[in-house]
């Protein structure tokens, strides 16, 4: 399943899809006038729907999720390196550009 977007919403800076969980670096766009959790249970159920029409699947996602803000002082570059070194970390590859569901997407704003 490749990792889709509305421009509108997101900017999506990077993503890991991982056997049991999933990590994304996104910020929302100033005219998206809803809050992460509103874009969250969005992205669950499209999701949901595309996996249980494609593969049958019909319980994908637990019910909350854990955010974490880059605060100012953190650097967005360390924050998506640890995102996309996920499978290297789990030894499931020796570099991240290796494992097909890690993704860098759009520029980080540096």
């Known amino acids: 399943m490749e990792f889709r977007r509305d421009a509108k919403e997101i ?3 990077c993503y890991c899809i991982m056997p049991d ?4 670096l996104l910020s929302l766009n100033a005219d998206y006038n809803k809050g992460l959790q509103n874009w ?3 992205f669950k159920h499209y999701t949901s729907r595309v996996i249980n ?3 049958g699947i ?9 955010d974490y803000i880059v605060r100012k002082e953190e650097s967005l570059l360390k924050v998506a390196k640890y995102i996309v ?3 290297v970390r789990k030894s499931m590859v020796s570099i991240w550009e290796e494992y097909p569901h890690s993704r860098m997407v759009d520029p980080l704003p540096l």
Not at 21 to 24: E, S
């Open 58 to 66: 019909k319980s994908l996602w637990q019910k909350n999720f854990y």
């Open 40 to 42: 969250v249970l969005a």
């Open 85 to 87: 070194n996920n499978p």
């Open 11 to 13: 900017k999506l800076f």
């Open 53 to 55: 029409q494609s593969h």
């Open 21 to 24: 969980h999933l990590h994304i």
